[in-house]
Every structure is written in C-alpha cells, then in structure tokens.
C-alpha cells in the first residue's frame, strides 16, 4: 500500500455518505417527501465526488468526471482567465511603449503632456477581456464534448451488445420463470430512461468509480493488464464490494449485494476509457434491461 491516507480518506467519506444515503432513503415513507428521495440521493454522490476530486492534484480530469470539460473545475476557468488578464496587460504595456516610440520619432516637438495623453488614449482602446456567460460557457463546453461523448457512446453500444445476451440467460436461470418472455416497456420510457442516466448512474459513477475508485488506485497503485486496461485488482474489487454495501445498507435484503458484479464492469470501463462516460451509460441502459426483463418474466 502506498497511500495510506488515500485508504482513509476513501473509507472517512464512504462511511458518512452511507449513513447520510441511509437517513435521506428512510424518508420514502413520508407521502411529501418519497419523490424527491432519489434526487437529494443523486445530488449527495455527485456534489461530495465533485468537491473532493477538485481538492486533489489533478482535479476533475484525473478523477475522470469532467466528462471531457463538461464539468471542468473552476481553478481551471480561473487560470484561463488569469492567463487572459496577463496577456491583455503585456499588449497594453507593448502597445504603451510602441505609441510613446513612434510619438518621440513622429514628433519631437510634442509636449510631455500630449505624449502621456496619446499613451492614456491607446491604453483606453484596450478592452479588458470580456468573461462569457454561464450560459454560454456550457453551451461551448457541450459542443466541444460532442465528439467524446458519441465515441464513447459507441463503445458503451458495444459492451451491452456482448454483455447483455449471456445476463439474459443468467437472469433465466436464476429466476426461473414460468412463462414466456412478454415484451413490457415502462410506462414513459424516454422519462425512465433520462432519469437512469441523470439521476442514478452519473451520480453513481461519479462517487464509486470516480472518486471511490481512483483513490483507491491511489493507495494500492500496482496493476495488472485486464482486457486492454491497465487495472489495479485491489482498487476495483474493493470499489465493487463498497457498491454493493451501501445498496444492502439503504434495502437490507440480501439480493442488493449483486449489484457488486456489474460495478466490476463498470470499474474496468472507467480504467479503460480514462473517464466515467462509457459507464454511465452502459450503468443507465443496465438498469433500463433489468427493468425490462422483470417486467417480461416476472
């Protein structure tokens, strides 16, 4: 083990996330506040993984949930701003020494005061940066992320089209229907569908393979290569086995304990791809399958 802390740090927050997940979850027995549960769940992963991936070195981008900008920290959009500031200063202070130079060659019999006014009037013409919107910031950090995003959606296409037909026939087997598979789609599936990925799986992955998992890298850093990524076998067992207690602490039913085996998927996308994108999606059109196929056999 090489960083101890990193060990501590991960187990101090898993523990108080857990506790504050078991707290919020009891709260789907009050009829006002059932609706709202997973949302403040949600919003709980995601801000705790945020906030402490951009205290570490690296920040977001090396906790891989900057989803290429998307989320780019903000000492990185203020030491853009700086470098803008500092660049705007050395053109005004070029552009002060060039006027006052040609001022002195053009006219020598210029007054000190006239040379100060031009040098006052071509600073003036020296707009300081111009900071854009909120707004357009994302919009901006959305269209740059577009290439990303359709790739590692194709790959995210390309796991379930491997992974999903033999967990079907495990699925059967477990269960043991009694009849025929019959076709039951959710009620809005677009809805169902936007909330796995908004509400569960990004928040999800952000915390566990995120945060959880890249500093348990940290603290058992030796890895072995694992189907084309470089994987420490320490750091994805344990992010997995993490995974499925707190889903056994919010429910206490045995069965909750299996979401530890896809979260091993989901741990070797993240350290294959470099980032929680393709795990995202692949853990939302997981969780969209199981629902069909209870829905289908059970």
Do not use: C
Request: charged content about 20%; proline content about 5%.
């Amino acid at each position: 083990m090489r960083d101890r802390k990193a060990l501590r740090e991960v187990l101090l927050v898993y523990l108080a996330v857990t506790v504050a997940t078991v707290l919020v979850t009891r709260l789907r027995s009050v009829p006002a506040a059932s609706d709202y549960v997973h949302l403040v769940v949600g919003a709980l992963f995601l801000v705790t993984a945020v906030k402490l991936a951009e205290r570490e070195r690296g920040g977001l981008r090396r906790f891989g949930i900057d989803l290429a900008g998307v989320f780019a920290p903000p000492e990185e959009d203020e030491a853009a701003t700086a470098t803008e500031a500092a660049t705007a200063t050395e053109a005004a202070t070029a552009t002060e020494a060039a006027t006052a130079t040609e001022a002195a060659t053009a006219t020598e019999a210029a007054t000190a005061t006239e040379a100060a006014t031009a040098t006052a009037a071509a600073t003036a013409t020296i707009a300081p940066p111009r900071r854009r919107s909120a707004t357009v910031e994302l919009l901006g950090a959305l269209r740059d992320a577009l290439p990303i995003a359709l790739r590692e959606t194709g790959v995210a296409l390309g796991v379930v089209a491997l992974v999903f037909p033999p967990f079907a026939l495990a699925f059967h087997f477990w269960h043991g229907p009694a009849h025929a598979f019959v076709l039951r789609w959710p009620a809005d599936l677009a809805s169902f569908a936007l909330a796995q990925v908004v509400v569960v799986a990004l928040p999800e992955e952000a915390l566990f393979r995120g945060f959880v998992q890249t500093r348990l890298d940290d603290a058992f850093p030796r890895t072995v290569r694992l189907l084309g990524a470089d994987v420490s076998p320490v750091a994805l067992l344990l992010q997995a086995a993490l995974f499925g207690l707190m889903h056994y602490a919010v429910d206490l039913t045995p069965e909750r304990l299996a979401v530890a085996f896809p979260a091993l998927l989901f741990g070797w996308l993240r350290a294959w791809r470099g980032g929680i994108g393709a795990a995202i999606l692949v853990h939302a059109m997981s969780n969209v399958y199981a629902d069909i196929l209870v829905r289908g056999w059970l």
